[in-house]
């Protein structure tokens, strides 16, 4: 795996987890750098797999020791990574199998031996303007999200099933929300989330707090305020004088009636 070399796109600056601090941009960068370009054979949980471009085996040790970043750390980075849907990880009593998702995206069919390049120039030229192509019509597919959205999907706490909370958050907004309201709500929530050390398989779906039936409500002005439900103060009845005669300051002893 020393040999070669891989594509490292500007969009990693964008990336909130990755770049959270060096040490998860280390790691990041660990993962690519390690994973297989080509599909070669590897043993895993005492069974022969084949590993696909993308795949690596290591362990947590193996990253701590290679990058001096402390174990402990390396397991909540690979967690946060996982967490938000950029690697996959299957683990043994051993080491772990960790695929990075999206890794053709940006890497397909790009990594060329160096001594291909002058015999094969032309069709190599060709090659890599069709990966182009490809990568192009893939990342208008992830483009399709509003910036609005973008803002929401990222302060969410649980990134699982993004089109389906996507097509959620449309019908809310044709139902007369707005994108402010629902960026406050997925903040609200993923603040209660955090103070309440919320699991993230209790954390609601994105499309689920987007439902129909409206939960997200709770945790906008007026609804859910540290975790009792309030609400704004009921217009005054012009009708009811004797509350308006408290409300004025009346006691007792000076209340004659009406």
């Not at 907004?173 to 699991?199: I, P, V």
């Not at 305020?225 to 103060?233: A, H, I, M, Q, S």
């Given at each position: ?14 990336n909130p987890v990755a770049c959270k601090d060096a040490d998860y941009l280390a790691v990041w960068i660990y ?200 609400g704004p103060d009921p217009e005054p009845d012009p009708d009811d004088l004797v ?16």
């Amino acid at each position: 795996m020393s040999d070669g070399w891989i594509k490292l796109h500007r969009k990693t600056l964008e990336n909130p987890v990755a770049c959270k601090d060096a040490d998860y941009l280390a790691v990041w960068i660990y993962l690519l750098l390690k994973a297989t370009h080509d599909e070669i054979p590897a043993n895993f949980r005492g069974h022969k797999i084949v590993l696909k471009p993308g795949q690596l085996i290591t362990g947590r040790m193996k990253i701590a020791s290679d990058l001096s970043v402390n174990e402990s750390k390396v397991k909540r980075i690979l967690s946060a990574f996982k967490n938000d849907q950029q690697i996959d990880q299957q683990t043994s009593n051993k080491n772990s199998l960790i695929t990075i998702l999206n890794w053709n995206m940006y890497q397909k069919n790009d990594q060329q031996g160096g001594q291909q390049m002058t015999s094969k120039r032309p069709a190599d030229d060709q090659q890599v303007t069709t990966n182009k192509k490809e990568r192009t019509k893939e990342c208008k597919k992830e483009n399709i999200y509003s910036p609005g959205f973008a803002e929401f999907w990222r302060v969410y706490p649980r990134k699982v099933e993004k089109g389906n909370c996507y097509k959620k958050y449309q019908a809310r907004l044709r139902d007369g929300f707005s994108e402010a309201q629902l960026f406050e709500a997925a903040e609200k929530y993923a603040a209660e989330c955090k103070r309440n050390r919320t699991e993230q398989k209790y954390i609601k779906h994105g499309s689920t707090f987007l439902s129909d039936a409206l939960p997200f409500e709770d945790f906008l002005k007026g609804g859910m305020t540290d975790g009792n439900r309030t609400g704004p103060d009921p217009e005054p009845d012009p009708d009811d004088l004797v509350s308006q005669a408290i409300a004025a300051g009346v006691t007792g002893d000076g209340f004659e009636g009406f």
